[in-house]
């Protein structure tokens, strides 16, 4: 049987551990024994009481005097039972419900049956010290009890209190080392899922650091470019077209003519160039078959997740932009899985013909609900089912399209596909 849980001004640290319905959050820090172990001891003090009615009552006691008496001892039990949800007066209830004790025992011998919860308590509400010290006092009232009645005692009227007194501090320290384990087993649990949790935010903050900083570079590097290489060329461009057009000589006007014509020739070569470095490296041997085996192969050795390749049909010669576009669908899908689905595989089947190419992505991992991902706008690429709606939108752009069906534990299936237009009026086709 705990007591009551002392948290009020004066309590030690050891007299807030347990109570009579155990310490606040014993429940989720204890579990199922300590709770087991505080109703046995609750059952334990109603035998107990009812043996020593029982007992006393035979043994010649007054009945009036014997019941009032030890109604009033339960009472004043059950009382400690609000006092340790409040948190107060654990100290005082105890040695109250032990002065009741020792009327009960004047009332009838039969009665110091009820020491061992006695002992239980002031194992649970006084620190080791105390506790020994008051538990030495009760056993002097047990032993000295027979003394009284018949003016002698025996060795097993002895050894008998003092054996019970030891298990029923034993008892009580041992629970409250299972509970104090609890409680600092729940704290460090805590703190490891607030240190995941944190350990996550900066991650997600440095990606997006990286993102940003990636971002910067490249719109540095392509302002660059544009400034001293397409903007010089129209520059130029303007400037002739501005002199032809005073020109009043047929020749000069010719040749400056041919001076646009080759600033033109200039400039459309340059806007290739800059379009071309745009293109993932990964396409610049191969094409997009090629490319995609050399994504998943290092997808692959990077994650441990099985990843294969499957190729239908045949591919035709595609525009870059949609091999860009598909290419860019199948590395966010890949770190989709990478990093969300917990997947054991996944497979990356490529089908083509003269109208259209798909690609599919398929993974064996736990899902997800997708419900909402197709209408929720999302306010920022932190927010989920950022990189699906942005690849949706680009292959929307080129014709396509992209379909995502999911469950959850029942893995993945993500398709886009995009139409294979004549690439000869692309200009810029592989």
């Known amino acids: 049987m705990s007591a009551p849980d002392v948290s009020g001004p004066g309590a030690t640290p050891h007299a807030r551990l347990a109570g009579p319905v155990g310490v606040p959050g014993e429940e989720s820090v204890a579990g199922g024994t300590a709770r087991w172990l505080r109703w046995g001891q609750h059952a ?8 020593c009615l029982t007992r006393a009552v035979a043994a010649g006691a007054h009945p009036a005097a014997e019941v009032g008496a030890l109604l009033v001892f339960v009472a004043w039990y059950l009382v400690g039972i609000p006092l340790a949800r409040r948190g107060v007066g654990g100290a005082a209830w105890f040695l109250v419900l032990s002065l009741l004790w020792g009327v009960l025992v004047l009332v009838s011998p ?8 006695l002992w239980l308590l002031a194992g649970h509400l006084l620190p080791l010290v105390g506790g020994v010290l008051v538990s030495v006092l009760i056993l002097v009232v047990v032993v ?24 029923a501090l034993g008892i009580s320290r041992a629970q409250m080392a299972l509970v104090r384990d609890g409680i600092e087993r729940q704290r460090l649990i805590t703190s490891l899922y607030s240190a995941q949790e944190e350990t ?5 903050e440095l990606a997006r650091l990286q993102r940003a900083a990636g971002a910067t570079s490249e719109r540095t590097r392509l302002s660059r470019d544009i400034h001293d290489g397409i903007a010089q060329g129209f520059s130029s461009i303007l400037l002739l077209a501005r002199a032809a057009r005073a020109e009043e000589d047929t020749t000069r006007v010719r040749e400056l003519l041919a001076h646009l014509e080759t600033s033109a020739a200039e400039g459309l070569e340059e806007s290739r160039r800059v379009v071309g470095a745009l293109a993932p490296a990964d396409l ?16 692959e050795a990077e994650s441990g997740v099985t990843a294969r390749i499957v190729t239908t049909g045949s591919v035709p010669p595609v525009p870059t932009t949609t091999e860009v576009a598909l290419l860019r669908y199948v590395q966010g899908a890949l770190a ?5 689905a917990r997947a054991e595989s996944v497979v990356v089947s490529l089908d083509g013909s003269t109208e259209s190419i798909r690609v599919d992505v398929v993974d064996d991992g ?28 680009r292959l929307r752009e080129l014709g396509g399209g992209l379909a995502l069906e999911s469950a959850p534990g029942e893995g993945t299936v993500v398709s886009a596909w995009l139409p294979v237009h004549d690439h000869g009026a692309d200009g810029d086709s592989r």
């Open 144 to 167: 000295a009890e027979p003394v009284r009645q018949v003016g002698g005692t025996s060795f097993a009227a002895v050894i008998g209190p003092l054996i019970g007194m030891v298990v």
């Open 200 to 204: 996550a935010a900066l991650t997600d």
């Open 366 to 393: 736990q899902g997800f609900d997708t419900t909402d991902w197709t209408t929720r706008t999302p306010r920022s690429p932190g927010d989920g089912g950022y990189g699906l709606r942005a690849t949706r939108t």
């Open 110 to 117: 039969e009665n110091v049956w009820l020491a061992f919860p």
């Open 336 to 340: 989709n899985v990478r990093t969300h």
């Open 44 to 51: 334990l003090l109603a035998a107990l009481a009812a043996i």
């Open 284 to 299: 610049d041997e191969g094409g997009l078959v090629a490319a995609l085996h050399r994504v998943t192969e290092r997808f």
